[in-house]
């Protein structure tokens, strides 16, 4: 019997750890404060990140504080990106930046040698809204995309004079009325900063107030006000 229990609590002890293992190849043990650390800039205010700032910085200054980066230290580690990706388009310039450790990528994209826009997609983890509000400032308006491909879903998006942020929901097929939600845990899982948000609209606008959730309904919404292209 003895033998049996041992036997039993063995098994039990190598299930933990090999779950332990498991979990820490997943990402699962990064905190938010790792996420956020890497969008907080120590440097600089937001927009500006790490000495880039949309509207301001040239292209020739963007290479400079990007290679930069390969031996900055973060402000609350010594994180630094794992791959840095450099690709030149007919509009303008994109580098991305793989933290691949904490499962983000960061995307600089240039038009006309000047920084126009910085992304933050979280791949892994997603950061709560409350911790994003307290970095990119309060939002003005909540803006709501309504598509439906295979399955139907909303964007939702927070936007400020310097900022826009997004999260994603998963909707039902029927019906005619839906809620969007804004809670302080709310998962965000894209960051955008901007000298200015220039955007056509969105299919519905509510002004900020505070967290909570409003309605719609889709038959209502304005088919000359084209929402924006996700991470575009």
């Not at 033998?3 to 990402?27: G, H, P, Q």
């Not at 997004?166 to 955008?192: A, C, D, H, M």
Request: with cysteine; aromatic share 14%; proline share 6%.
């Amino acid at each position: 019997m003895i033998r049996c229990k041992m036997k039993r609590y063995r098994l039990i002890v190598l299930f933990s750890i090999l779950f332990t293992v498991f979990l820490s190849s997943c990402n699962i043990f990064v905190t938010e404060n790792e996420l956020m650390a890497i969008v907080e800039s120590e440097i600089c205010e937001v927009p500006c990140w790490q000495g880039i700032t949309p509207g301001l910085t040239t292209k020739d200054d963007l290479k400079i504080q990007v290679m930069g980066l390969l031996s900055r230290e973060n402000k609350t580690s010594t994180i630094t990106p794992t791959y840095i990706g450099e690709k030149e388009r007919n509009d303008g310039l994109w580098i991305t930046l793989t933290y691949k450790e904490l499962g983000i990528e960061v995307s600089v994209y240039g038009r006309q040698n000047i920084v126009e826009k910085i992304e933050f997609f979280f791949v892994n983890q997603k950061p709560r809204l409350k911790s994003v509000l307290n970095i990119v400032g309060t939002p003005e308006i909540v803006g709501v995309c309504h598509e439906i491909f295979e399955i139907r879903r909303e964007l939702v998006y927070f936007e400020n004079p310097i900022s826009r942020f997004l999260y994603t929901k998963q909707l039902q097929i029927n019906g005619t009325s839906f809620t969007v939600e804004y809670f302080p845990g709310t998962r965000v899982e894209w960051i955008e900063f901007l000298e200015n948000p220039k955007y056509p609209g969105y299919d519905f606008v509510y002004p900020w107030t505070d967290f909570g959730q409003s309605s719609f309904n889709p038959e209502n919404d304005d088919p000359d006000r084209p929402c924006p292209d996700y991470g575009k």
